[in-house]
């Protein structure tokens, strides 16, 4: 007989959309979107719809496996549990030993956003065992968040609900009906009041074609532009000179970089007409409430943290904030009340444990002077043969016939065929969560819908089974998935109304508030730096990347077509990337581009670099600005005739802030495939 259960979406997607799923006979058979979460409000991308194919597919493990074949063939053979953590303690316990504890590094990221599977009784295994840190942020996300806590601290500064409410919408780097899917009905709502919609954007995505205004900048420009704005406002008269002196450190320094951005100069960097930066200027002027609304996209380069630092500024220096509808759209992950210490276990970490950066593993995997080299990899939550930069580079570390790889994942990924241990791991279906956001300002909880399949286990179990074999005898790691809820989050919080986290009803959606209003910077919230200021100086910057002020630099490249890697709609990352609806892979150009290569709208083309080569087919494109190109990420190798894809054209340098990933730097050549 079917059921029908609440769930909750836990990709790495900051809407973390409620579901109503249907399962019948231990089978997940249906899921649509649901309104516990009213930002849901019943709808769903159509990715998730995927979901049954995704757990009860053929790729999925559903027994521990042991290599039998050479590394990245992906020929295994099934094992006991008991079989395979033996080996997992035995070889780490050797590489312990031989190399110390360091030698050994997790490797996870953002695969579930829930407190447990996410990070949780893992931390505490990796912290007790004594194995390197991972710096997990730069990947993806950290770059524009080092840049806001810079500017403002971790604060949230307001609802997505409240755009509605704004009169001139900017929405800068953010695909919205891609990755922010449910912040187009509060967009729809104020423009039908009224209100002008500007999108800065390489692509005329769908979010511009509602626009008044298109700026297709330039990837990696971002800051020109903003400067170009801010000395732009200061000659029409838009600064708010008192309210920077109220609340703002180091404006006339910002402003002083400022004024060396004429519009010409910037719209000549920038690619785009003067008359469209001066539009802007007026408008962003002249209309209010008016909110900026950031992706990240514009973070993915060399000049990311210093291009969302100077697009940040603006609505400080123009005296935005403090109105409904008004400001930035930033921040909703300090809306939560978290104790992420106590949840990791961070009182295991052992002094002077080293830590390195997840965008570096290709490059540290095959460093020969890293001191402890790199012998142990425990890969989960993640798929970094597709995910990271520079994938050559990865393959060649994965392939390393002395590191012993271990890989916890719900399906076989390409990374996983570069194990020595495969381990079946439950979907959010099969296990208890509780789950934060990152882009709106609901906690949720749910409850598993349906059993394991096969013998998989959730991470939470998996780790507590691993602890107990190395024998770590401590009662943190005997805590079970409601004591986790339980330690994720403050109880004392007034906003729990006394419920422990665990408690918490599945049917409903606790709305995070700030002494009882909804969050509104400068109103309810305030910013929370050293100073309490808004920094666009920022000491802190300084002292951490030697970055005080904003900076930019051009990159320099014998290849002249720069090469983004957008969100999917296919595809969340690489999730959902080894299903055959999510094979179409193509790459986007524009005709000018076309033209002078004689590459024709399907033809096979090869794109190139130092780093790699990549077939797809072209889609020529008047939605993409000339001297662009873009392929989508997170495409598995099975659509790929060479074991490349555009993550192998990535180059790995790092970012001004949170050093990181800088997958937009990519410059490449293209012409027609020849065979």
């Not at 320094?253 to 007026?282: D, H, N």
């Not at 930069?389 to 271990?406: A, I, S, Y």
């Not at 190139?608 to 008047?622: H, I, K």
């Amino acid at each position: 007989m079917a059921q029908t259960l609440p769930s909750v979406c836990p990709l790495d997607c900051g809407d973390t959309c409620s579901m109503t799923v249907t399962v019948e006979a231990d089978q997940l058979v249906n899921v649509r979107g649901s309104r516990v979460n009213p930002l849901t409000r019943g709808a769903v991308c159509a990715k998730v719809t995927h979901y049954p194919e995704l757990v009860h597919g053929p790729d999925r493990p559903r027994v521990p496996l042991r290599r039998v074949g050479p590394k990245g063939e992906g020929r295994f053979e099934p094992v006991t549990w008991e079989t395979a953590l033996d080996l997992i303690y035995e070889r780490f316990t050797e590489i312990r030993e031989h190399f110390g504890a360091e030698a050994i590094v997790p490797l996870n990221y953002a695969g579930p956003h829930g407190f447990l599977a996410g990070g949780s009784m893992d931390f505490r295994f990796f912290y007790k065992l004594g194995a390197s840190r991972l710096a997990r942020r730069p990947l993806c996300g950290g770059i524009k968040a080092e840049a806001f806590a810079g500017t403002y601290g971790a604060v949230p500064t307001m609802r997505p609900e409240h755009v509605a409410h704004a009169r001139l919408i900017m929405v800068w780097g953010n695909n919205i009906t891609v990755s922010q899917l449910h912040l187009m009905p509060p967009i729809i709502e104020a423009q039908k009041q009224g209100a002008k919609l500007v999108v800065i954007d390489p692509r005329r995505v769908q979010v511009a074609r509602r626009a008044d205004l298109h700026l297709a900048i330039k990837p990696g420009t971002d800051v020109m532009l903003a400067w170009a704005l801010a000395a732009e406002l200061e000659r029409l008269g838009g600064l708010d000179h008192d309210f920077i002196a109220e609340h703002v450190l180091g404006a006339e320094a910002f402003m002083v970089q400022a004024r060396q951005v004429t519009v010409v100069k910037a719209a000549a960097e920038c690619g785009v007409p003067e008359s469209q930066i001066r539009q802007l200027a007026e408008m962003y002027h002249t209309i209010s409430p008016a909110v900026i609304v950031p992706g990240n996209g514009p973070e993915r380069n060399q000049n990311g943290g210093s291009g969302w630092r100077a697009v940040f500024a603006l609505p400080a220096l123009a005296g935005k904030f403090g109105a409904l509808g008004g400001g930035l759209l930033q921040g909703a992950s300090a809306s939560f009340p978290k104790t992420t210490p106590t949840l990791q276990g961070e009182a295991f970490i052992a002094p002077h444990t080293r830590t390195l950066n997840i965008v570096h593993m290709g490059r540290d995997l095959l460093d020969a002077h890293l001191d402890p080299p790199i012998k142990g990899l425990f890969i989960y939550n993640h798929n970094p043969v597709i995910v990271h930069p520079d994938q050559n580079r990865m393959k060649r570390g994965l392939l390393r016939e002395d590191l012993f790889t271990v890989v916890s994942d719900i399906v076989m990924t390409d990374s996983a065929a570069y194990a020595d241990v495969v381990l079946p791991a439950c979907s959010h279906f099969e296990h208890a969560e509780l789950y934060p956001a990152y882009g709106q300002h609901f906690l949720q909880r749910a409850e598993p819908v349906m059993p394991p399949v096969g013998e998989a286990l959730p991470n939470t179990e998996l780790f507590r089974r691993l602890a107990a074999r190395f024998g770590f005898s401590e009662p943190e790691f005997r805590a079970t998935d409601a004591e986790l809820m339980d330690e994720a989050l403050a109880l004392d919080d007034v906003r729990l109304h006394g419920l422990r986290p665990s408690q918490l009803p599945t049917d409903k959606a606790l709305l995070m508030t700030f002494d009882g209003e909804d969050a509104m910077l400068f109103k309810t919230t305030f910013p929370r730096t050293p100073s309490g200021k808004v920094e666009l100086q920022s000491e802190s910057l300084e002292r951490m990347y030697g970055q005080p002020l904003p900076t930019y630099r051009p990159v320099e490249s014998p290849y002249p077509l720069a090469l983004i890697s957008p969100s999917s709609d296919q595809r969340t990352t690489s999730t959902f990337g080894g299903l055959s609806y999510s094979d179409r892979v193509w790459l986007d150009m524009h005709p000018q581009d076309a033209e002078v290569r004689q590459i024709a709208d399907g033809m096979l083309v090869r794109l190139w670099n130092e780093l790699g080569e990549v077939f797809l087919p072209a889609r020529l494109t008047d939605t993409i600005c000339p001297g662009v190109v873009s392929s989508d990420k997170g495409a598995w190798f099975r659509t790929s005739s060479n074991g490349q894809t555009v993550s192998a054209l990535a180059p790995g340098h790092t970012a001004d802030l949170s050093e990181g990933a800088c997958y937009n730097d990519a410059r490449v050549e293209v012409e027609p495939y020849r065979g």
